[in-house]
Every structure is written in structure tokens, then in C-alpha cells.
């Protein structure tokens, strides 16, 4: 056979111009405390919840979407493959491609992101982008001691060579390896970061717990108003995040004592203007205005730009949470626009004083004061709670959905802070 070689096109390929990234909605689990209603439910359990809501919502049963796009924070082993694995214990096509990501509590937001420049680069015309955490199934790992034996064990060639290994095993050797709430390079804990944070921009507790409060009562506000009824699926007897105090107010959450900071002569932070550990999951259904219009669907806003940074909170000046106080003002610079230019803003609440420590740092920068009554207008995550990775998908399906609302042209701005010392932002409008 003779093989023919064709010579190589000099003309570069004519890669097409980036299309519009529509959000359709979202869908989500409530979410629920820690060792709670889902103390049994796996990570997968959760997003098949999410994503199934969103497949029944949106009529996509049988479909096969471009993407799903999907990760977690505290993973099992077992999990190695869970968006996949979600998408074909789903009712979505099994011909779905799925991949996983993980940025800690940008998790989500990443999650979006990627799924959105697949539409946007012309790979596809839909996604599915998600999260889901769960500290009640959190893994539970083998003590390195034990697994440095039993991999001995493993690689001996006789039995006696295996039992000689094994008889190595001290009771101290079955204590398991549980997760650590802490920062691998310091050893201290995210809310341990938060109140060194808190101290250096000199958050007051009032501040913290009025945050606090506020968004409890806005959560509150947004169920009695039928808000989330189209954004929230019910799961396992609960219909309504199980973390929502409706009658929090600033003098209940005075009452509580400091949990972080307490070597410090005046601690501000307190369970009460924390977030607690909470499993759920949240998912978005993303595609070209072309794709939503052959299904009837109506956009609700579109993503425009985003920015991500990270700061040195090791050996550096800057706190832990505080990339977001980087990450926006980049952002804006890109956009051409000024922090007053947006109508609602979406700042994750992983502490009440890291939030109020990040519009601290941007009014340090130069950029106009945000407007509170335009803050987190719906409650976030001091009243939801914050599964680490549906964070983000949440987000996104609220300000799309508070964006659609306002009956004209608006303008979101999202930023969430992640361990690591990074933050993820980004910018969704409606024309």
C-alpha cells in the first residue's frame, strides 16, 4: 500500500467569535446542618438531587447536554469520577460528558466558569454546572502510619514476610485519619484566618452580627415570598435551608459567645456570624440564546466576565479570605466599570467579618462604598449555610434569577473567597 501525504493547510482555521453565555436556572437542594437530615446522603446523592430538579424542571429528561461540569471539596475515593457518575444516575442522557473540578469554596463558580467557555468557545450549545459537599459522609482516611504496613504487607513475596509486616500494627495505628479543618501551611483553622482578618481591618462584632442578622431575615423574606420555589427542590423532608433562623436579630446574636479568636482581648466572631458546616448541593442549567429559544426557555441573565487571584497568606500581609479584595478590582479594570455601576452585588458569607473586611479593602483601593440595600439582597450564606462547593452554582441561579426580576437591563457582581487564600468573581447582566 502506498501511503499518500497530503501537505498541511497554511491557512490557520477560522476559529468562530465567542457566543453569549445565557443562565437558564438553577436548581438546588436545601441545605441542611451537618450530621443532620443528610447525615447518610453521599456527595453523589445530593448532586443527582440537584441536577435531577433541574432535568425535571427544564424538561431535559432523555436530553443529552453538552457538559456537566461538577466537583466537591471533601471527596471519597469513590468519588474520583462524580460528575460523571451523577450524570448516569441521572435522568439525563447517559451519552452526557461530565468532568469534575475542585477550587475549594470557588468550587462552584469554577464549576460555571468552565462550563461557560465551552458554550462560549462553540464546543457546546448547553452545560450543567454544579457542586456538592457533605461534612456528615466527609472521608475518613487510614492512619499513614498503618498504610505505610500495609503497603509493606502487600509488597511481601512469602506469608511470612506479610505477617512479620502486619505484626507491626499498634492499636494507635487504627485511629483514623479524620479531615482537618485547617490551612496546611499555617495548621490554623478558615475561622481562625478570619478573626487574625477581623482584628487587622477592625471589624466590630455590631457590624458582624447586624450582616448576620440582615441576611437571615432577607433568606426569611425570600421563602415567605415564593422566591425560591422554581430554585429549590425539597430533599429528605426538608424544603427550606435547615441553617435559616427567621427571627435572628442583632441582640439574639449578641448574646452568643466567641468561637474564633478567643486568645485576642476582644473577640468579635461567633457561631452566630459564621457559617456551620452544612451538606447540599446546587446546580445551573447554561446555553446560547439560540439553544434556549428552540426549548422556549428565556434566558434569565447572561455571564459576562469573571477574574480569579490569590494572595500570599503564608509568608505575605494579606488574609487568608482576602483574594476577592484583588480579584474585583481587576475585574472592573477589564470591564470599564466602577463598583457603583452594579444594581445587585453577591458576596459570599463564608464570615460576617470577612465580608465586611473585603468592602473595607476595596474602599481602601479607591472604589465607592456598596450600597447594602443592594448586598446580598436575598440572604447568602450565613443564613443558607455553605456546603463548600454548591456555593457558587447557588449564587449564580439567585442573582440570574433577582437580575430577570427587575424588568430591564441589570448588572450582578459576584465574588466568593476560597481556602488557599483565593477568590473566584465575576459579572452577570441582563440587556
Known sequence: MVTVTRPRPSIPLALPQPRRVAVIGGSRTPFARSDGPYATASNQDLLTAALDGLV?????????????????????????????????????????????????????????????????????????????????????????????????????????????????????????????????????????????????????????????????QRLAAAYERGFLDDLVVPYRGLDRDQNLRPGSTVEKLARLKPVFGTSDPNPTMTAGNSTPLTDGAATVLLATEEWARERGLEPLAHLSLYETAAVDYVDGDDGLLMAPAYAVPRLLERAGLGIEDFDLYEIHEAFASQVLATLAAWEKQGLAPVDRTRLNVAGSSLATGHPFAATGARIVATLAKLLAEREGPGRGLISICAAGGQGVTAILERP
Request: aromatic share 2%; charged share 25%; proline share 4%.
Open 56 to 216: 425535571e424542571r427544564y424538561g431535559l429528561a432523555g436530553d443529552r447536554v453538552g457538559a456537566f461540569v461538577a466537583g466537591a471539596v471533601l471527596k471519597h475515593s469513590r468519588d474520583f469520577n462524580l460528575a460523571r457518575e451523577t450524570v448516569l444516575g441521572s435522568a439525563l442522557d447517559p451519552r452526557t460528558p461530565a468532568q469534575d473540578i475542585q477550587q475549594a469554596c470557588g468550587t462552584g463558580l469554577q464549576a460555571v466558569i468552565a462550563a461557560a467557555n465551552t458554550i462560549a468557545l462553540g464546543s457546546v450549545d448547553s452545560a450543567i454546572a454544579g457542586g456538592s459537599d457533605t461534612t456528615s459522609d466527609a472521608p475518613l482516611g487510614v492512619n499513614d502510619e498503618l498504610r505505610r504496613i500495609l503497603l509493606a504487607a502487600r509488597r511481601a513475596r512469602t506469608t511470612g514476610a506479610r505477617l512479620k509486616a502486619l505484626a507491626a500494627v499498634r492499636p494507635r495505628h487504627l485511629v483514623p485519619d479524620i479531615p482537618r479543618n485547617a490551612e496546611p501551611r499555617t495548621g490554623l483553622s478558615m475561622g481562625e484566618h478570619a478573626a487574625v482578618t477581623a482584628r487587622r481591618w477592625a471589624v466590630s462584632r455590631e457590624d458582624q452580627d447586624l450582616l448576620a442578622a440582615t441576611s437571615h
